[in-house]
């Protein structure tokens, strides 16, 4: 089916970059103030609310809006841009902060956007306060609590976007798959452990629905729902978004093991000190000779990783060929995702702003 385009759809006067990061800066805008506002209403005034409302719309204002920018891409490929269409897509930030801030907690990471964890901020909170009870307790409870209000105001902010009951009706289907999704997802990563490592099938599956499904294809088919477009945009943006967002867990894999401190945020190698049983260890001890297979399993079996830990981990995965391979298996996906466009069926703008997205999904140092 092919979808002309329409007026307001790709500026002339725009580079697909550009245009981009003008969207990206609107979602984080209207989020933003969308849980300001609500911080206000509920929290202001009360003395629990003495840090929550600072503390909540800052840790929105630290996002980067990836899910809302895939999803007005969606709606842009069967509408013109629109305010509400806007709104809609930004409520996804929100979204995404819930499962950051009950993620924090589940993994019990101290740092997140540069920034201490929202369970950190709320554990010295108490501790300065002099409270009795467990500081750290009251820090995972409130961060928790306050992810379950980025979960509400998600949706609230959908519902309060202005688009029209019909409009709405056509994206909540997807809405509550992506939701169901990331929450089993999540469960599956509990579970996630270099000891027993999962088959790199079963790590797929896993990866597609807490992160990739969640990152891209979701997003993406929830504002092409929304704008009403037909199966064949629907079937492309679906593979499009299978195949980069396994590229986009990957290299998030990768930032995990690999990744610089200073650009990231987190600590050196942290999902091996986690014993996170991501795709570059599964796929290292696919690729393990017997005597690597010796030292994988000895360090998978260590009680803890420490600093000179982690640099054996990086050194044997460099040695399998497993960092090299999983760089290709994500300039792989991303080639073919690009492929799966049709450029009888997407509109121009919306094909090159979904290259561009490709390339900040795959070549991200963050």
């Known amino acids: 089916m092919a979808v002309t385009v329409a007026a307001g759809v790709a500026p002339a006067e725009e580079s697909p970059a550009v245009w981009l990061d003008r969207v990206g800066e609107r979602c984080l805008a209207e989020a933003h103030d969308f849980v300001t506002a609500r911080a206000a209403?509920?929290?202001?005034?009360?003395?629990?609310?003495?840090l929550a409302e600072t503390v909540i719309p800052e840790f929105v204002a630290g996002g980067k809006c990836l899910r809302p920018m895939f999803a007005h891409v969606g709606w842009c490929c069967g509408r013109p841009e629109s305010d509400a269409a806007l709104r809609a897509a930004s409520s996804l930030e929100l979204l995404h902060c819930f499962a950051l801030a009950q993620d924090d907690v589940m993994d019990g990471s101290s740092v997140r956007r540069r920034r201490p964890a929202l369970h950190v901020r709320f554990a010295r909170w108490h501790a300065e306060q002099g409270w009795s009870g467990s500081a750290?307790?009251?820090g995972e409870s409130a961060a928790t609590l306050f992810g379950d209000l980025f979960l509400v105001w998600s949706e609230q902010l959908l519902r309060e976007s202005g688009l029209d009951p019909e409009t709405l009706a056509r994206g909540w289907p997807v809405y509550d798959l992506m939701r169901a999704e990331l929450a089993v997802g999540q469960l599956g990563d509990l579970v996630n452990d270099a000891r027993s490592l999962p088959s790199w099938d079963g790590l797929l599956d896993v990866l597609r629905r807490k992160s990739g499904n969640y990152t891209v294809r979701r997003p993406l088919e929830f504002g092409a729902a929304l704008a009403g477009c037909g199966p064949a945009v629907l079937a492309g943006l679906a593979e499009y978004g299978g195949l980069l967002g396994e590229a986009f867990q990957f290299r998030d894999d990768?930032?995990?093991?690999?990744?610089?401190?200073?650009?990231?945020?987190k600590p050196a190698g942290q999902d091996l000190r986690d014993r996170k049983a991501s795709s570059v260890i599964v796929l290292a001890a696919t690729m393990t000779d017997r005597g690597q297979r010796t030292e994988l399993t000895n360090l998978i079996?260590?009680?803890?990783v420490d600093d000179a830990a982690v640099s054996r981990w990086r050194e044997l995965i460099v040695a399998t060929g497993a960092r090299e391979r999983l760089g290709e298996l994500i300039r792989e996906?991303?080639?073919?995702?690009?492929?799966?466009?049709d450029p009888a069926v997407v509109p121009?703008?919306?094909?090159?702003?979904?290259?561009v997205l490709a390339a900040r999904c795959t070549e991200r140092d963050q």
């Open 301 to 304: 079996e260590l009680t803890t």
């Open 348 to 355: 121009r703008h919306a094909a090159e702003v979904l290259a």
């Open 254 to 265: 990768l930032l995990g093991v690999f990744g610089d401190p200073a650009i990231t945020g």
């Open 333 to 341: 996906r991303a080639e073919k995702a690009l492929a799966v466009i």
């Open 136 to 138: 750290t307790r009251f």
């Open 41 to 50: 209403e509920h929290l202001s005034g009360h003395r629990e609310g003495a």
